[in-house]
T-cell receptor, first 116, second 112 residues
Framework: GAVVSQHPSWVICKSGTSVKIECRSLDFQATTMFWYRQFPKQSLMLMATSNEGSKATYEQGVEKDKFLINHASLTLSTLTVTSAHPEDSSFYIC????????????FGPGTRLTVT | GNSVTQMEGPVTLSEEAFLTINCTYTATGYPSLFWYVQYPGEGLQLLLK?????DKGSNKGFEATYRKETTSFHLEKGSVQVSDSAVYFCAPGIQGAQKLVFGQGTRLTINP
């Protein structure tokens, strides 16, 4: 149980275009989902916390107009990287928190974004 | 603020060796503590957790004890296997914020 999927697993886009990444909880309802960014050989950097039906809360230094997050249902959150630039190339990981637990998060497999 | 310090890697051991990966944290209150593992090419998986002082989390031969007095949650395994090669992340919860803060990760390589 507690499976989180992400789609796509990798994507290449041209500079200036937008790309959407989906995060789904497959077998549980997730009132809260998180979006992270992971640089090579580095830790996870929390970008934002997404609560179903409300606006996402962004961490300091993360541009909310650039990284649009929508949490439309208890099983789906999306991250849209708008007007992507090469410096946005990274590994994006989502996680979901089961309603019944305070801190435990279940992670998706990640999406590798390359902006050319 | 909340922070976590993990043993710097990479760590390379021979099969059947004893493993310790140190983790200390600073946090308000008494957060739940987690170890996550990231195998090559995969997403993070919860390895074990402890929710209160003196709790011991265990899974797949790994153990970690919640030490309130030293604010530590060191990961140990008595006999590592090649399949344990991965990156390990210590992650205390931020009390009240429902978030996790991740250590820098420790890359572990086990040689046969």
């Amino acid at each position: 149980g507690a499976v989180v999927s992400q789609h796509p697993s990798w994507v290449i886009c041209k500079s200036g275009t937008s790309v959407k990444i989906e995060c789904r909880s497959l077998d549980f309802q997730a009132t809260t989902m998180f979006w992270y960014r992971q640089f090579p050989k580095q830790s996870l950097m929390l970008m934002a916390t997404s609560n179903e039906g409300s606006k996402a809360t962004y961490e300091q230094g993360v541009e909310k107009d650039k990284f649009l997050i929508n949490h439309a249902s208890l099983t789906l959150s999306t991250l849209t990287v708008t007007s992507a630039h090469p410096e946005d190339s990274s590994f994006y990981i989502c996680s979901a928190r089961d309603q019944g637990y305070s801190y435990e998060q279940y992670f998706g497999p990640g999406t590798r974004l390359t902006v050319t | 603020g909340n922070s976590v310090t993990q043993m710097e890697g990479p760590v390379t051991l021979s099969e059947e060796a004893f493993l310790t990966i140190n983790c200390t944290y600073t946090a308000t209150g008494y957060p739940s503590l987690f170890w996550y593992v990231q195998y090559p090419g995969e997403g993070l998986q919860l390895l074990l957790k402890a929710t209160k002082a003196d709790d011991k989390g265990s899974n797949k031969g790994f153990e970690a004890t919640y030490r309130k007095e030293t604010t530590s949650f060191h990961l140990e395994k008595g006999s590592v296997q090649v399949s344990d090669s991965a990156v390990y992340f210590c992650a205390p919860g931020i009390q009240g914020a429902q978030k996790l803060v991740f250590g820098q990760g420790t890359r572990l390589t086990i040689n046969p």
